[in-house]
Structure formats: C-alpha cells, structure tokens
C-alpha cells in the first residue's frame, strides 16, 4: 500500500530512550517492521516532567491532545507500568481520545500491579467484569477494541480478569543477528564470528578460554548475583572462564541512583566471590555491538529470578543468533520454551550451585551446544518482526474493516 491508502497509527508509549526502557526498544522495531509493511506509525512517548500526579495528568492530556491533531485511523498504545513509572495516570487516556477511533493496547506486563494498589481485589473483579476499570491499566484495557498480548500467562490474565477481546502477537528478538540481517552480498560489515572474534579480542581472552554472556537490561530479578555466585565452582574446572554482563543498569524499572548502587553491590559480590578478574560490565551497547557480544559467547545465561519465558526479547536475541542458552525454570513450568528442546532449564531458581551444574554440563558437552544452538535459531525463526509486523497490520485492517491487500 502507498500514499493515502497507508494505515495511520498513533503510537503513546512510555517516555525513556531506547537505551533506558525495553518498551521503547519494542517500539522503535515495531515502528520500522510496521512501515516495510505499509502502516504508517507516528510514535508519541508520553513524558512527565517529574513523577507528581498532576505532571502524569498534564502530560496525558497533552499525549491525548496530539493524537487528535494527528487526525489517525486507528491510536495504539504500548503500556507496561514501569513504562509510566507506575503512574496510573496513563490509563485515563481514553477518555480524551476521540470515540470514533478504535482503540488498541499491547500489555507488556501484567498480573501483578494494581493502581491504587489499596483498593480490595473482589472490588477490583466487580470493576474489571463489568469492563468498567482495570487495576493495572485503568480505562485502556476495557476501552479498547482489542487487546494484544505477548505471551499465554497475559491473555489468561487479560480474559480472565476483563474478558477483553485479545490477539497474541509474540515479542521478536530486541537485537537481531547484524550478519544474517545485511544478507549474502554485504562486504563492508565483519560476519557475525569476527565481530565475536574482535570482542573476544578487546576483552583480552586467551584463545579457547570459555565466555559466559548474561546480555539485557541489568535488575535484581535477574538473577545476576546468583551467577556471579556460581564462578567460582565454575572457575574450578575452567580457570580461563570470564562472564560479560551486556546491558545497561538505568532503566524505567531501575533510576540512576538505584541503579548505580546495584552496579556497586554487584562489583562489590565479584569480590567477595574472589571473581573480579573473570567479570565485565559493558553498560548499555548498541545493537551492533550488542550483536558482538552475542557471537562472542559460548554460553548464554539468563537466570532470571522468576525464571525465563517467550516474552523475553534477549532471550529471543541470544537464540537467533545460534548461542546455547541456559535459563532458569519459569514458576509455572508450562511454558512452550522449556519443552522445546532449545535452551538448558536450570531447576532451580535463585541457586548458584544449580546454575554451575547446568552451565558446567553445557560448556563440557561440544555436541550438547550444537544442538541447543541449532534448535535455538530453529524456534527463533518463528518470532521475527516481519511476522509480527504483518499480525499487527492483518488487526488493524480488522478493526477498520479494510480488506485491501
């Protein structure tokens, strides 16, 4: 589709940069995949100057004002609370949006915040059943004429809670493999094994030494602590062992202060442990050099606290890049990732000596990691932003009632 007949989308999301907020990341992929495929987006972040209520109010007002001056076919908004800074604020939207406009709301995260969180839950059932309010995204949930979700644990949630009509549109890689991206004839950039060879190289490895890489934005649900516990076990049977934790610690989810002290509490854990010497923090990295550290690993970990599931963009990263990855059991233990076959599940979460068996299991096994790196990259293919472009565009045309190819 070209000029007039492109879908016009307006986009709220929240106010970090890309390097700062992984929902913003989400947005800046989605916002290109959707262009390639003929929706027209203009992305809005809805920014408050500090977190008072009457700055959320204002700047909600504001967002609400611009997207009436843009004239669209159709507002989606990108939501996750740590995105407003669990303002609730945001989901007053709607009420300044236009009625004639369909509504749609991606939910990032959901299930577990409530605003105002003192509110009693059966109160919140009869609010949410009626389609009324909802606790986690106030009017945007209810309003909206159709609800899109990334993964299985947010739409039972979403339908349970609101019976809100919903469409799963699973995350894609939030780093895609620069290499394969560029295709076959590209001769100015280094394939994907030089860019690792090159970082191996900065981070001064001896030749075969084993790299571990925890790649994404550094929190403490993420389980950082318990793999820096783990080295020394792992250090034992491999003395050249180094782990390079690639990601930033201020985000939306974790400010400046709070961040700068994890990063301490951390650097301080790598001492204690008597790992210094194995350990760098790169900081934030952009895709290109996120993508270096990427092929640089012989091993992913991401021993994510709550454990690890599809919704998780660096998990998608890491296996479209052919990296075996090892992750912690999610708390369900039903997700489709661990029957898979393409990552080794950790059983037990929030446990160093669990982390070094299975990490120490996958660096010994040659023939283990092709396989995981193989059925990795397998089940990746599946999430890719061409896909996940064409599902968003297929519910717009939906919802306007287009059915223009």
């Not at 993964?151 to 799963?168: Q, S």
Request: with cysteine.
């Amino acid at each position: 589709m070209v000029g007039d007949d492109r879908i016009r989308v307006a986009m709220p999301h929240g106010p970090a940069p890309v390097d700062r907020d992984g929902v913003s990341d989400y947005v800046a992929h989605l916002v290109r995949a959707l262009d390639d495929v003929g929706v027209a987006v203009t992305p809005g972040p809805l920014r408050s100057a500090d977190r008072s209520p009457l700055r959320w109010l204002t700047a909600t007002a504001r967002a609400a004002e611009r997207v009436r001056r843009l004239g669209v076919d159709l507002v989606h908004v990108q939501f996750a609370p740590s995105a407003y800074r669990f303002s609730g604020l945001p989901g007053l939207l709607p009420f300044r949006l236009p009625r004639t406009v369909p509504l749609v709301t991606t939910v990032h995260e959901y299930g577990s915040w409530a605003a105002p969180g003192w509110l009693p839950g059966p109160l919140w059932s009869l609010l949410e059943r009626a389609r009324l309010w909802d606790r986690e995204t106030g009017r945007l949930v209810p309003a909206s004429a159709a609800v899109v979700v990334t993964n299985e644990g947010h739409d039972v949630a979403v339908r349970a809670r609101t019976g809100a009509p919903t469409v799963r549109v699973p995350l894609a890689p939030n780093v895609t493999d620069r290499t394969c991206a560029a295709g076959p004839n590209v001769t100015d950039r280094p394939d994907g094994s030089t860019a690792g060879r090159r970082l191996r190289a900065e981070l001064g490895l001896p030749v075969g030494a084993p790299l571990l890489v925890f790649f994404g934005f550094v929190h403490p649900v993420k389980g950082i602590r318990h793999l820096i516990g783990a080295l020394p076990a792992l250090r034992r049977e491999h003395p050249d062992l180094r782990l390079l934790v690639a990601g930033g610690f201020t985000s939306q989810a974790l400010p400046e202060a709070e961040a700068r002290a994890f990063r301490d509490e951390l650097t301080a854990l790598t001492h204690r442990q008597g790992v210094a010497d194995a350990v760098t923090f790169t900081g934030y990295l952009p895709p290109e050099r996120a993508s270096a550290a990427l092929h640089a690993a012989d091993v992913v970990v991401l021993p994510f606290t709550a454990g690890v599931t599809l919704k998780s963009g660096a998990l998608l990263a890491a296996l479209a890049h052919g990296r075996p990855t090892v992750v912690t059991a999610s708390e369900d233990g039903g997700d489709q990732l661990h029957r898979s076959g393409a990552v080794a599940v950790v059983p037990r979460r929030r446990d160093s000596d669990a982390l070094a068996d299975t990490v120490g299991r996958v660096l010994a096994d040659p023939v283990l990691r092709r396989r995981l790196a193989e059925r990795g990259r397998t089940l990746a293919a599946g999430y890719a932003w061409p896909r996940v472009a064409t599902a968003h565009r297929d519910l717009y045309r939906r919802l306007l009632g287009r059915h223009d190819g």
